[in-house]
């Protein structure tokens, strides 16, 4: 006579021991996919954004690319100084009760060291941009002329005073 009861094929425990791997596997993955630093080309910049100069040869790219990240990286002494005063700005907005002339300090702080950060990294563009061509310079020009988000890639949302952030829930019936 035979045994009442089916026998598994395959154990309980490694079909958890299974699922446990794959969900593991899965939260791996995702947090590298999630991962800013995913998306970084070889150099260490992010292929997605619009090639600086358009139209120039990939070299003369990189070579203003370089010229630029070293302008930056010379300001890291102000950079870290403007940090040092963004919190003072945060502290000021939390002392209770709200001192009005204790955050225009802070924000006159932070005007003066963003104005000492684009001072460090312009003087070095200043001393670094005369290795470049008339035509790189003036490809150059004609990128800085432009403001930030200007451009075939400049996003589309624009500001609404209505929108408070409140789309949790799904979207609102506006009146």
Do not use: C
Not at 4 to 25: D, E, G
Not at 65 to 89: G, K, N, P, W, Y
């Amino acid at each position: 006579m035979s045994d009442p009861t089916p026998k598994r094929r395959i154990p309980f425990w490694l079909t958890l021991s299974i699922m446990a791997n794959l969900l593991l596997l899965g939260l791996v993955v995702g947090s590298v996919l999630r991962s800013p630093h995913h998306r970084l080309g070889p150099d260490g910049m992010a292929p997605q954004r619009p090639p600086i100069l358009g139209e120039a040869s990939h070299g003369d790219r990189m070579m203003v690319r370089r010229i630029m990240m070293e302008a930056f990286q010379s300001a890291d002494m102000e950079v870290a100084d403007r940090r040092a005063v963004r919190a003072t700005l945060g502290e000021a907005l939390q002392i209770d009760p709200y001192d009005p002339e204790a955050v225009r300090r802070a924000f006159a702080s932070l005007r003066m060291s963003d104005e000492a950060v684009h001072t460090a990294i312009h003087e070095s563009l200043v001393d670094r941009l005369g290795e470049l061509s008339v035509e790189q310079r003036t490809a150059l020009a004609e990128m800085l002329s432009r403001e930030p988000g200007d451009g075939p890639r400049r996003k589309h949302r624009q500001f609404d005073p209505d929108d408070d952030d409140d789309d949790a829930d799904g979207p609102r019936d506006r009146d």
